[in-house]
């Protein structure tokens, strides 16, 4: 192949990606504002979460927060504004933040005095706090998290994965020793795992970030990392080891038991509403949502048939006391607008991702049974979603229960299927670049370990190294790229 053939090919395949990304981007889009769940606000880059969306975020936030506290932390709140010479402590962590800060220069009327940062991250208020708090040993381990919105003045937008503003959790700690830190920090990170494929059933990996990716002011940088049904990389939490960098900064001093003064060792770490995003991309097909049953507003949705006033007294009068039974038990909802066709609601639930669907007509009363849909269940030649079964209405509670943890159960074992199924060991660096493009997933590949290969690498390809994985193997071999010497593999994607 001629070179001038081989470049036209290259521009084709180029276009086609573009077509492919604008394509799923617009479904992302569509599916976010047609179920409901977000709409774009009046200032650029910030968005509105819809009830429906916040119900989703309520039921992610009450779960993670039981466990951040049974992990000993305690929630706190901390101003929004952070003087500007507070940034400037962490001389590194405001060279990371500083292209995306909002800066407040007058209030009142008037100039202020000193310029306020509004919060990108809290490392440097919060610091600014334990530097009083923490005088002995005995003040330590100090261990705080907030739930809180951010602002990051991010130049290319999507609804929930990346915006302006967002809600978050971010916890911060600090430790007498290093030892203490480094645990607290691994220790948090096997938490946003547990949330992750226990609560959105999204499988992970977990391991370090390269220096490039780090979280700028820390040693090291944890994360976990999915793979989305479009084959890039979502990172779905970050935890932090900060080591003695902002208590240095900031003269976060204790007296230790051996009687010196020294400075605290700390962490940080969080996760934010991307989690939606994250279950939006990970889990929706073309229908809309697919939502976990753990996380789902409303678990199960129940629909009427009827066609004339006497069916629909009887049948209405069973749904509501199949309600009555259910809702102890899980969130349920009567849709009972007649208004609407049982086929509308059908498609308006689906779309919404219901996980089940109980669908109950005057035969279903006679008999004392009902149908039950799941909305994990692949569609058919017909796009008819899962086969509805009937089931008794006796022990109805039980049965809806088991069958919420088969769906829940399932929709993670198909993410994992997805996600090995989509993941590569490559050596060449042509077939690095060619399966990027042919629809990216996670490729498993050598790394020389130097900075400036890595960034050639995401500078001609995308992709960059989203993790080096705690349960990586050792494997001599040679970089993808430059053919140095590697001793193991790393993970690569292109990613949000």
């Known amino acids: 192949?001629?070179?001038?053939?081989?470049?036209?090919?290259?521009?084709?395949?180029?276009?086609?990606?573009?077509?492919?990304?604008?394509?799923?981007?617009?479904?992302?889009?569509?599916?976010?504002?047609?179920?409901?769940?977000?709409?774009?606000?009046?200032?650029?880059?910030?968005?509105?979460?819809?009830?429906?969306?916040?119900?989703?975020?309520?039921?992610?936030?009450?779960?993670?927060?039981?466990?951040?506290?049974?992990?000993?932390?305690?929630?706190?709140?901390?101003?929004?504004?952070?003087?500007?010479?507070?940034?400037?402590?962490?001389?590194?962590?405001?060279?990371?933040?500083?292209?995306?800060?909002?800066?407040?220069?007058?209030?009142?009327?008037?100039?202020?005095?000193?310029?306020?940062?509004?919060?990108?991250?809290?490392?440097?208020?919060?610091?600014?706090?334990?530097?009083?708090?923490?005088?002995?040993?005995?003040?330590?381990?100090?261990?705080?998290?907030?739930?809180?919105?951010?602002?990051?003045?991010?130049m290319r937008t999507r609804l929930f994965l990346r915006t302006t503003e967002f809600l978050w959790q971010e916890g911060h700690t600090a430790h007498a020793t290093a030892e203490e830190a480094e645990q607290e920090a691994r220790t948090m990170l096997e938490v946003y795992r547990d949330l992750a494929e226990n609560w959105l059933a999204l499988p992970v990996l977990t391991g370090q970030k390269t220096d490039n990716e780090r979280f700028r002011g820390a040693v090291r940088t944890y994360c976990i990392e999915a793979l989305m049904r479009d084959g890039k990389a979502l990172q779905a939490g970050t935890s932090h080891f900060l080591g003695q960098n902002f208590a240095r900064a900031f003269n976060i001093q204790f007296q230790s038991q051996a009687g010196p003064l020294e400075f605290a060792w700390q962490t940080s770490w969080g996760v934010s509403t991307r989690l939606i995003g994250a279950i939006v991309m990970g889990h929706g097909d073309e229908k809309g949502l697919v939502l976990p049953p753990k996380l789902a507003p409303i678990q199960v949705v129940i629909v009427p048939i009827y066609k004339t006033d006497e069916e629909k007294a009887l049948v209405l009068t069973r749904c509501r006391e199949l309600l009555s039974q259910l809702k102890p038990h899980v969130r349920a909802h009567l849709d009972d607008r007649d208004n609407y066709t049982p086929g509308f609601k059908f498609n308006h639930w689906e779309q919404k991702g219901v996980p089940l669907r109980l669908n109950v007509g005057p035969k279903d009363v006679a008999s004392d049974v009902v149908e039950i849909a799941r909305r994990d269940l692949t569609f058919d030649k017909e796009k008819n979603y899962g086969k509805t079964r009937g089931v008794s209405q006796s022990g109805l509670a039980q049965t809806v229960t088991e069958l919420l943890a088969q769906v829940q159960q399932n929709m993670f074992d198909r993410a994992l299927d997805f996600r090995k199924e989509s993941t590569r060991a490559l050596d060449s660096y042509d077939d690095f670049k060619k399966v990027l493009d042919e629809g990216g997933g996670f490729i498993e590949a050598h790394w020389c370990r130097n900075g400036d290969c890595e960034l050639s690498i995401k500078e001609e390809t995308k992709a960059t190294i989203r993790l080096m994985p705690f349960d990586s193997q050792p494997a001599p071999g040679k970089c993808i790229r430059c053919s140095g010497a590697s001793d193991s593999r790393v993970v690569f994607a292109r990613a949000y």
């Open 1 to 154: 192949m001629g070179v001038q053939e081989n470049q036209a090919q290259v521009a084709v395949q180029e276009e086609e990606e573009k077509g492919k990304d604008a394509e799923r981007a617009r479904w992302y889009t569509d599916t976010i504002q047609q179920t409901e769940l977000a709409d774009y606000s009046p200032v650029k880059g910030c968005m509105v979460i819809r009830p429906y969306g916040y119900a989703l975020w309520e039921n992610l936030q009450k779960s993670l927060d039981q466990m951040i506290k049974d992990t000993g932390h305690q929630n706190a709140y901390f101003p929004l504004f952070i003087p500007e010479s507070f940034l400037q402590k962490e001389k590194e962590h405001v060279e990371g933040f500083a292209p995306e800060c909002a800066v407040v220069t007058h209030g009142g009327g008037k100039k202020l005095e000193e310029p306020l940062i509004v919060r990108p991250t809290s490392e440097t208020i919060i610091n600014h706090m334990f530097a009083k708090w923490v005088q002995s040993w005995r003040d330590l381990p100090l261990l705080i998290n907030q739930w809180a919105n951010v602002v990051r003045w991010e």
